[in-house]
Structures are given as C-alpha cells and as structure tokens.
C-alpha cells in the first residue's frame, strides 16, 4: 500500500477534542476533528430509544474519550456503532464501546478490514511514536451486523440509513444520511480543504465521482465531512468538481501523449495552485495516477 506519511505532516498527536462536541440539529451532534489530521468528526444521534455512534477515533483511548462525550449529552445507551470506512481513525476504537453495542456496517467493509487491518497499523505506526502508542492496545472487533447497500437504523424516533454505492476513497465506505433532518455523514467521500485521499489502487476515482453525483441530488441541508469544518451540499459539489478537474486534465495530457510521470510533472503544481487553500497537497499525485489508470 502506498498510503504516504503526509497525513501526519501536522505532527499533532490525533486525539479527539473533550468538551467540543456541538449539537448541529435537535438530537444529531459532532465531536469536530478541529482540523487536526487523522481525527475524524465522529457523529452522535440521540433517538428516542437509544444513541448511535458515527466513527469511534483512533484506538481505545479515543473511543473512551468519544463514550465520555455521549454520556455529557444523554444517559441513554450506546445501541448502535458504525464506521464509515476501515481506516484506523474512523473504526479501531470498536472495542471500547459496550457489550451490547450493535456494531453495522457494509459487508465490503468488513472483507477490506480483515485484507488490511495488519498492513495499515504497520503503515500507521511508523508515523510517530504517539500514533504506534494510541494503535497499540487495538483488539478487532467484528460487526455483529453486515449489508449489501442499504440498511435502516431504528433509534426509535430518528430514522438512519446507511448507504454503501460501492468503492470510492476506500471499498467499504459508508455514509450516514437521516432523511428527516436531511442531513448526511459523508466519511473520507467528502472531506472540507483537505485533499481527498485516494490511499491504495482500490481507491475508484470514477465511481467516486458518480457517488458525489447521487448525492447531490439527495440535497442535504446539512453536511459532515470526514474531516474538516461541517458545511452543506456545497461540500459535495467542491469535491466533485475537483476530481472532475482532476480526472479531465489527466485525459488532456494522456490523450497527448503523456506518461504518468510527465502528467504528474505537468499537473501536480497546477492543481495545487488551483487548490492552494486545501490541506495535505501531497495526495494530489495519488488523485493524478488514480486517473490515469
Ligand atoms: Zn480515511
């Protein structure tokens, strides 16, 4: 896997913020990443018969941290976790969370978290000695629930899909989407001025695109991106836009006769100009090759 040591350029040890949690809607609220690299936003809905959990921060210690945070807002139980995707911040903190925790996520998901859950730790541990010690305690924990495309969530009150269209930024990610509040959970799939990653070759950057697309038309009011500031639909339309710059350039200069290394040459600095104001720039050559394949 070629998932590079740029997401760490920050060197900020990845711990979820105490005490930040804010509530964006009635009953729906975030623990904001505060831009910090490799701390996802986790979500937190209260329905009527019990809470789920979007993401659980990297390792045990994070999720305690996440757990804390639920107990501040409501007494009642953590009925369901899920995790947009297997990458060690969004899902290797699954066992802090209680016994009777349901944990649901796409069955394609849990097939890439058994493929690369021992490489990605490796990868990860070589970032600092902070992140091999937040990594270090990880016990997997399997889902008690799987599905194909599409599952419901009964919170008694608030109702919850969980959507998988296949592979985009990984090839289990997941979105949240409550249609009564119209407001969705994009995971890695929608990130605000950071770079989307596209960590291996099972990154898809055309599927990405289409997903983006059918999003759009699901018009929420209220987006939360992986990481970055929680926003709208706007959030998708920017990052459409960008692969499809990306993915338009590298048709340009291929069909002129470019090699990768000449598209890469040409382009990454033009696409980080373009960008200037987006984080983590080192992704952008990941984007070029993902396209020109
Ligand atoms: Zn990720």
Redesign the pocket.
């Known amino acids: 896997m070629v998932l590079a040591t740029v997401v760490c350029a920050q060197n900020q040890t990845p711990l979820v913020s105490s005490g930040k949690t804010r509530e964006i809607a009635e009953h729906i609220y975030v623990i904001p990443d505060q831009r910090v690299n490799l701390v996802p936003n986790i979500g937190i809905i209260v329905g009527r018969d019990g809470v789920l959990v979007i993401d659980t921060g990297m390792g045990p210690k994070n999720a305690e941290t996440v757990l804390d945070e639920v107990k501040k807002i409501t007494s009642e139980r953590v009925a369901y976790l899920t995790m947009t995707?297997f990458?060690p911040?969004?899902g290797m903190g699954a066992q802090a969370f209680p016994s009777g925790t349901t944990i649901i996520y796409p069955m394609a998901q849990k097939t890439e978290l058994m493929e690369k859950s021992a490489d990605i730790i490796r990868m990860f541990n070589g970032f600092s000695p902070e992140i091999a010690g937040l990594l270090k305690p990880v016990r997997m924990r399997m889902p008690n629930v799987t599905f194909r495309e599409e599952a419901e969530v009964d919170l008694g009150d608030i109702p919850v899909q969980l959507l998988h269209w296949g592979p985009a930024?990984?090839r289990g990610d997941e979105f949240v989407f409550l249609p009564k509040q119209r407001i969705l959970f994009g995971?890695?799939v929608v990130v605000n001025r950071f770079f989307p990653?596209m960590?291996d070759a099972d990154a898809n950057g055309g599927n990405w695109i289409k997903m983006l697309e059918r999003m759009e038309k699901m018009n929420p009011a209220i987006v939360v991106p992986?990481h970055g500031e929680v926003g709208d639909a706007s959030l998708i339309t920017k990052m459409r836009e960008y692969l499809e710059f990306v993915r338009d350039r590298v048709q340009q200069m291929k069909s002129q006769g470019n090699a990768l290394a000449e598209a890469e040459k040409g382009l990454e600095p033009e696409i980080r100009a373009k960008y200037k104001d987006w984080d983590n720039p080192n992704w952008v050559k990941n984007a070029i090759d993902n396209f020109y394949k």
């Open positions: 995707h990458h911040e969004h930024h990984t995971g890695d990653i960590p992986g």
